[in-house]
């Protein structure tokens, strides 16, 4: 049995479901995988340390957004809980000094349910969240490494961003002509990851142009590093969506 893939993917605000070509590009990719025992998510939205999981029962969802119509205040997710992942998750990434935390009454932030309602609208694989304890790119890539062995077991592992985020310089309009920080940010992504080149990755707040105007705080590319330490030594990352909505980047690739 092969290693589960790990994906990155531009999660999108709540509006991705009205969006219907981006969400066909979810459920196509989501159906072209082999189905997951469990999923692990590493979200944008989700920073605490020590790393901290989620719920493993069935919660409600964390609405972590405001001002937007109230019909998107009443969608559901009631995903199974990850009881067992949560376990070894614990034992991966215990050790001296180092504990993991439990947040038994915090559900999925959107940046797990809004792509999940999309690749999975059954709501029948569980799912368990984890946070990210910090945003060092080196020290998120080791977090991932440590996961590696949850693909071996049938665990999808997706980290949860938005591959340029700059609320503040966004474009006009869904389909608009992006911004030329975005294009000069993704293009540099896409040519990087193609290469393969984690280094580069690591370290592209000096190496990607335009990357403090891509990201202005880097938690949304942040959960890339973790993805790319769980895919570590396995073909190079592939592009699965590209292409930007309101100017930014949704780039989001596929390791394995």
Known sequence: MSATPVLYLSHGAPP????????????????????????LVVSAHWEEAPVTVGATTTVPLVYDFWGFPEHYYTVTYPAPGAPELAAKVRKLLSGPGTEVHEAPDRGLDHGAYVPLVEMYPAAD?????????TLDPHKLFELGRKLKPLRDEGVLIIGSGFFTHNLSAMGVGVDGNPPQWSTEFDQWG?????????DALLDFRHKAPAATLAHPRIEHFAPLFVSLGAGSEDARP???????WYGLAKRSVQIG
């Open 190 to 198: 896409a040519e990087t990851l193609q290469a393969n080149d984690i």
């Open 238 to 244: 592939e592009t699965v969506i590209d292409g930007y």
């Open 125 to 133: 694989v569980p799912v368990l969240q984890m946070s990210m304890p």
């Open 16 to 39: 991705l479901a009205d969006d219907a070509r981006w969400t066909r590009q979810l459920a196509d990719w989501s159906a072209n995988l082999p189905k997951p025992k469990a999923i």
